[in-house]
């Protein structure tokens, strides 16, 4: 995949089940009746799916969390690590979490990461906001992270 392929795929960064085609035999056969699959396991988590300091092994960012799935010899992840470093200079309250998904096969399947580098950016409260595959630009990165930022945690909304 072609480096404007991978931005143009992670445009979206949002989870949209519909447009997800269903894989079956190697090919993407679009599917409009059942969630997408691969090996009879879902292809995109829940839309309410969340993370916690404990599936993460450090604290959530006060503000939001880039979640960053990335493999040894993923040459793509370095270049999605450096943009995530560039976007948190400037953003208080986030945190940023690189994940071999090789070491953490569980939550890579839980949040059906298919494909590295993959990003999560989750909100206060730990929940996925939005969700790139491929390397996202640094303006569509910012762009999710202010949005995950805005939505208030369920401690700060009692406040």
Same mark, same amino acid.
């Given at each position: 995949m072609t480096d404007a392929a991978r931005t143009a795929h992670a445009v979206g960064l949002g989870p949209t089940v519909d447009a997800v085609p269903t894989v079956q035999g190697g090919s993407a056969v679009p599917s409009a009746d059942a969630a997408p699959t691969v !090996? /009879? &396991?879902?292809a995109v988590p829940p839309p309410d799916v969340g993370l916690t300091s404990g599936d993460l092994g450090t604290p959530l960012g006060a503000r939001a969390t880039v979640v960053q799935f990335s493999s040894t010899f993923c040459v793509p992840c370095r270049r999605t690590r450096q943009i995530a470093e560039h976007a948190l200079r400037t953003a208080d309250g986030v945190t940023h979490v690189d994940l071999d998904v090789a !070491?953490? =096969? !569980? =939550? /890579?399947? &839980?949040l059906a990461i298919l494909s590295t580098p993959t990003v999560l950016v989750l909100d206060a409260a730990g929940r996925v906001r939005r969700r790139a595959t491929g390397v996202p630009s640094l303006a569509q =990165? &910012?762009?999710a992270i202010a949005e995950a930022s805005a939505v208030a945690a369920p401690e700060t909304a009692r406040s």
């Amino acid at each position: 995949m072609t480096d404007a392929a991978r931005t143009a795929h992670a445009v979206g960064l949002g989870p949209t089940v519909d447009a997800v085609p269903t894989v079956q035999g190697g090919s993407a056969v679009p599917s409009a009746d059942a969630a997408p699959t691969v !090996d /009879g &396991r879902p292809a995109v988590p829940p839309p309410d799916v969340g993370l916690t300091s404990g599936d993460l092994g450090t604290p959530l960012g006060a503000r939001a969390t880039v979640v960053q799935f990335s493999s040894t010899f993923c040459v793509p992840c370095r270049r999605t690590r450096q943009i995530a470093e560039h976007a948190l200079r400037t953003a208080d309250g986030v945190t940023h979490v690189d994940l071999d998904v090789a !070491d953490h =096969l !569980d =939550l /890579g399947e &839980r949040l059906a990461i298919l494909s590295t580098p993959t990003v999560l950016v989750l909100d206060a409260a730990g929940r996925v906001r939005r969700r790139a595959t491929g390397v996202p630009s640094l303006a569509q =990165l &910012r762009a999710a992270i202010a949005e995950a930022s805005a939505v208030a945690a369920p401690e700060t909304a009692r406040s």
